[in-house]
Structure formats: C-alpha cells, structure tokens
C-alpha cells in the first residue's frame, strides 16, 4: 500500500550493529505497529502503539525499540543486531471504525534486514 | 488466548478449478476475521474481513470467505482459480472484546495456480 512506507527496503549488516527501521504513513490513522515474517511462521508483533503517548510490547519485543516521532512515523530499532534478527519487518497501521467495530490494518511493502 | 492454524502450507490448484485455502481459530470471545495476500517482494494487502451479518463474505480479486462458527472456519474461497494468484496467503483473528486492535496472525499457505 503506497500509503505506507517503509526505508530501507533491504539493509545487510552485522552484529553488534545498531540499525533503525523507518515507517511513515499518509492515512491518518493513529495506530501503528510493528511486525516481523520468518519463512513458516507468519507475522510476529514486536510493538505497537495506538497514538503518539502510547506504546506498548508485542509478542516478541526483546531485542528491539520503538518511537513514535509523529502520529505519521513509528521507527523500530536494533540496538544491538545479531543474526537471529533477520528477517522481514513490517510496518502497519489502522484506524478504529467509527461504529467502534475491527480497524482494517494496512501493511508498508517491508524491510528484508540480513545480519552477519 | 487467541491462535489461527493453517492446516496446509502449500495448496497446489489447475487454472480454472475452484480454490480453497483453509483456515480454523481459537479466541476466547468472538472473532473478527480477516485474509490478507502476499505477493513476491510486497507488503500484506487486505483481502476480505468477516464482522457480523451474512457467513459468507466477499472480497476484492472474485474471492470469498465463509464463516462457520461451529467448526470454527474461515476458509477462503475461488470459484475459478487463476495463475496471477499464486501467493502466499494469511488469515487472522482479534477478539471481538478486546480494545487492543492486535491480529494473531496464522503461519501462511502458499498458493500455487499452474496452467
């Protein structure tokens, strides 16, 4: 969805490395997350948050860090990337429906991060 | 705790055949539903939801959806398969009482449609 966008689209680095993960999106919606995809066990929520204040912990979050810079940006950070960390990551976002019913998300194109 | 299996992880299907990519949940209330497709080298795009009404939902691309609460199925549904859809393709679950908004997501299943 090219409302969501997410840089880099392919980063290779190695371990020990700090690396940030950039998601941006035009829709408007004030919740954002955060997934990783590894081959046969679909996505995975590291964190996510539902407007600029909050910020909560997914499944998975060890080993990574979040910020919420604008109700349109949400960063993911590697302080310390090691290899178990490649992967496919995601970005999402969505928006509560007005009758107070599912909020759709809308995924970025991903980020394949390798680490060595 | 809410989880979503599904059961196949490759459904091979002839241009032209019907399709089915099947899916089962578990949540502790009721359920919101959704599949999502995935092709090569992109993002997740929504398929199709499931929030009350009709068991049978419809979705962009021809595909369908039936709800079945009592086998708790969703599975995804093509009259006549195509070759442009072959992907890998996840369904998901949120508790319909939960505020947190998060989908469990199933493990994908690709689907390949040859000629």
């Known amino acids: 969805d090219a409302d969501v966008t997410q840089t880099p689209r392919n980063r290779i680095t190695k371990t020990g490395k700090r690396i940030m993960l950039e998601c941006s999106q035009t829709k408007g919606h004030d919740r954002m997350y955060w997934y990783r995809q590894d081959p046969g066990l679909g996505l995975r929520l590291i964190y996510y948050?539902?407007?600029?204040?909050?910020?909560n912990k997914g499944e998975i979050s060890d080993g990574y860090s979040v910020s919420r810079q604008a109700q349109a940006k949400f960063s993911l950070s590697l302080e310390s990337a090691i290899p178990n960390q490649t992967a496919l990551y995601f970005c999402?976002?969505?928006?509560?429906?007005?009758?107070?019913?599912?909020?759709?998300?809308?995924f970025g194109p991903g980020t394949r991060l390798t680490v060595l | 705790a809410q989880s979503v299996a599904q059961p196949e992880d490759q459904v091979n299907v002839a241009e032209g055949n019907p399709l089915t990519v099947k899916c089962t949940y578990s949540v502790s209330g009721n359920p919101y539903l959704f599949w999502y497709v995935q092709y090569p080298n992109r993002g997740l795009q929504f398929l199709l939801k499931?929030?009350?009404?009709?068991?049978l939902v419809k979705g962009s691309y021809g595909f369908e959806a039936e709800f079945n609460k009592s086998q708790t199925s969703f599975h995804l549904k093509k009259p006549s398969a195509l070759v442009s859809d072959s992907a890998l393709y996840f369904c998901?679950?949120?508790?319909?009482?939960?505020?947190?908004?998060?989908?469990?997501f199933g493990r994908g299943t690709q689907l390949t449609v040859w000629p």
């Open positions: 998901a679950v949120r508790d319909r009482g939960s505020t947190l908004g998060r989908l469990y």
């Open positions: 948050s539902f407007d600029v204040k909050d910020i």
């Open positions: 499931y929030i009350t009404g009709d068991n």
């Open positions: 999402a976002t969505s928006d509560p429906s007005p009758t107070g019913g599912t909020d759709t998300q809308y």
